[in-house]
């Protein structure tokens, strides 16, 4: 049996949509299932090629899905797909509504832009449960099946096997800025590190996004520095995440990776849809958040450098924090969506 996910990776819109998606494929190939995804360009091929998925292309826009509505239709009708996993912000009521004609629907939802017509929805952020979808779909007349919170982040299943020690002291750092990093954040926090006394001390593995902006930048300013490690298209994170002592996060999908794994960790944001996020995870005690580098880019730099110093200095929060993290994500989010979903395909009914 195969199952079909649309979603898209590009220099815009980062890897968050196409990641979260292989994890959640991986866990449908752990049961015998194939997984096929559908995407609008050829930017992200490569990456989901790269973990033994088959790809259709559609040729179509990213940022613009009502005009690949006929040809996904097509795709649909010639494939037999009795049910979609869709991952884009890009979706509009007209796509799902004349999609879900043909097909079953089940959507990863961040942003709760508007009532969405698919069958299953999931939102797996930390704020899930205030925004009221349950009433407000049944209001609406809407009997979509609604899956809400941590216990649904859809993190590779290396990510449930973790056992965490916090070590005394701080001796390597894990610093991360997404897929895309366009405000160079790396570059500042790299820099504003290298004038702490401690800097010397410290080994510092920078993930770097398969799209990330400023790499030869990077490579040029850090390439020499043997307490510098930049990596790029990092398959096994999980092991690099526990090799650190703390980390210093953007927002994303990568925040829940880190509570999985139990890292104390500072957080910056540079995009509107980690705010919600930063805003939770701080207001609850879990990470801190220090701003947004959008905003005042020297504050927020110079915010990091303190809230990892403090931190970096304190064994005591930074047990705290390790211990809140792992309440609340336990990597075992892809084995209950795939629960579901599962029956979600096979009980198909296709003239709706």
């Known amino acids: 049996m195969r199952y079909y996910i649309r979603a898209d990776a590009n220099e815009e819109i980062g890897t968050g949509h196409v990641m979260r998606c292989l994890s959640i494929a991986e866990a449908f190939r752990h049961r015998g299932e194939e997984v096929t995804f559908i995407i609008a360009d050829e930017r992200s091929r490569s990456m989901i090629e790269e973990h033994g998925f088959s790809v259709i292309c559609l040729n179509s826009m990213w940022n613009d899905l009502e005009k690949e509505i006929a040809s996904m239709v097509q795709v649909i009708k010639a494939r037999g797909i009795s049910s979609l996993l869709i991952d884009s912000y890009f979706v509009t009521e007209t796509y799902l509504k004349e999609i879900g004609k043909y097909t079953k629907l089940v959507y990863i939802d961040d942003l709760n832009q508007f009532l969405y017509p698919v069958d299953l929805l999931v939102n797996y952020n930390i704020y ?20 809400l919170g941590c216990r649904y ?10 056992d965490r020690k916090i070590n005394e002291t701080v001796s390597r750092v894990l ?14 926090i790299l820099e504003s590190f290298a004038e702490k006394s401690w800097f010397g001390v410290a080994e510092f593995q920078v993930i770097l996004g398969r799209f990330n902006r400023n790499r030869e930048k990077l490579e040029e300013r850090w390439g020499d520095y043997k307490n510098v490690v930049l990596l790029r298209n990092v398959k096994n994170m999980a092991e690099h995440m ?8 953007a927002g994303g999908v990568t925040t829940y990776e ?5 890292i104390p960790s500072v957080m910056y944001t540079l995009a509107d849809n980690q705010l919600d996020i930063a805003h939770t995870v701080s207001r609850l005690g879990i990470i801190p958040w220090v701003g947004d580098i959008r905003e005042d880019r020297q504050q927020c730099l110079k915010a990091i450098g303190e809230q990892t110093e403090q931190l970096r200095n304190s064994l005591s929060m930074r047990r705290k924090l390790s211990e809140k993290m792992r309440e609340m994500v336990d990597g075992k989010g892809c084995e209950r969506l795939v629960d579901i979903i599962w029956p979600v395909r096979v009980n198909t009914v296709m003239d709706r």
């Open 153 to 162: 982040v859809p993190l590779r299943e290396e990510f449930s096997r973790i």
């Open 175 to 188: 610093i991360t800025s997404g897929g895309t990093d366009p405000y160079d954040a790396v570059g500042g």
């Open 242 to 249: 526990t090799q650190c002592d703390m980390a210093v996060t």
């Open 258 to 262: 880190l509570c999985a794994t139990g």
């Open 128 to 147: 899930a449960g205030e925004l009221e979808y349950e009433k407000r779909y049944r209001e609406a007349g809407l009997d979509t099946k609604i899956l």
